[in-house]
């Protein structure tokens, strides 16, 4: 069963900087896209950043520039580097792990979900 946990949440002051990370365990196979989504309250979960499998990036406009998204294929972990954080970026922040079965069938793994708090 494939698991994915996520670290690295917490408090921080509006320009500062914080580093998830997430491991995927229970998994034979490699997965063709991981990232990160997040969903504030009241709000729908959204795409915060993705990378492939072959190191191909996509990013939300709202943090292109501030965030960068990384990912080791042989340790099936993923990270997210935020910085020159603003309140807006307070979330909860889940960890994706997709597997591609065609073009038109996707199977997605998520993690459970790591509090950001961007205030001063």
């Known amino acids: 069963q494939v698991q994915l946990v996520e670290s690295g949440g917490g408090l921080v002051q509006p320009g500062g900087s914080l580093r998830l990370s997430c491991a995927a365990s229970?998994?034979?196979?490699?997965?063709?896209?991981m990232g990160w989504y997040r969903q504030a309250p009241g709000k729908q979960r959204e795409l915060v950043a993705t990378i492939t499998s072959g190191g191909s990036t996509n990013y939300a406009d709202s943090v292109k520039s501030r965030f960068t998204v990384s990912r080791d294929n042989a340790k099936n972990t993923v990270n997210l580097q935020m910085n020159s954080l603003k309140p807006e970026d307070t979330a909860v922040y889940y960890c994706?792990?997709?597997?591609?079965?065609?073009?038109?069938?996707?199977?997605?793994?998520w993690g459970q979900g790591t509090q950001v708090t961007v205030s001063s």
């Open positions: 229970g998994s034979s196979f490699s997965f063709n896209a």
């Open positions: 994706n792990a997709r597997i591609v079965v065609v073009p038109t069938l996707t199977h997605d793994y």
